[in-house]
C-alpha cells in the first residue's frame, strides 16, 4: 500500500498527475526488488517542513531533497516514511537539465531503497543502489539520472 501526502500545492502546479508518478515510481521499486509487500507513505512537502525533520531527526539543519525514515519491524508491514521537498527537488531538476517528473521519481525511488535497507555510505554500496535505480527508471521510461 502506498499512502501519499501533498501538503505543498506547489507539487499539484508542478505536474498535475503528481500523485500518479509517486505511486507508478514507489510500486516500481518494490516491485523490482521482490520485498513482498509493505506499506510506504509518502509525504510531498516544502523545504521548511523537511528541513524540520531533518534537524529534529538527523541533526542537520537544512532542507534536503528526500528523507527516509525506515520503520522498526512491526506487524503491519509498515517500511517507513519518505519526505521529499518541493523547492530543493524544483531547484535541482532545474540545475540538472532535467524534468521535475523524472527528478521526483527517481528520488521516490531512492527513498524507497532506503527503506528496504540500500545505501550509499561506500563506493560498493552506491554502485549497487545508483545500478538499482537506474534500472527502475528504465522500466518507467525515464533516463539514466547519472549521466552527465
Not at 508518478?21 to 526488488?33: K, P, T
Not at 531527526?57 to 506487524?75: E, I, M
Request: one cysteine or more; aromatic letters at 6%.
Amino acid at each position: 500500500m502506498i499512502d501519499i501526502e501533498i501538503e505543498d500545492e506547489a507539487w499539484f502546479a508542478a505536474a498535475s498527475n503528481v500523485e500518479d508518478l509517486v505511486e507508478d515510481a514507489a510500486v516500481a521499486a518494490l516491485n523490482e526488488i521482490d520485498f513482498g509487500g509493505g506499506a510506504v507513505t509518502l509525504l510531498l512537502t516544502d523545504d521548511d517542513s523537511v528541513r524540520d525533520l531533518n534537524a529534529r531527526f538527523r541533526g542537520k539543519d537544512y532542507a534536503t531533497n528526500v528523507l527516509s525514515f525506515p520503520a522498526p519491524p512491526n506487524p503491519e508491514s509498515l517500511l517507513g516514511d519518505i519526505a521529499l521537498a518541493y523547492g530543493v527537488c524544483a531547484r535541482e531538476a532545474v540545475e540538472q537539465g532535467k524534468p521535475l517528473s523524472h527528478h521526483l521519481q527517481h528520488l521516490v525511488i531512492h527513498g524507497v531503497l532506503h527503506l528496504v535497507g540500500y545505501d550509499h555510505e561506500t563506493d560498493a554500496e552506491a554502485e549497487q543502489m545508483e545500478g538499482l535505480e537506474r534500472v527502475i527508471l528504465a522500466g518507467l521510461g525515464v533516463p539514466n539520472p547519472y549521466e552527465t
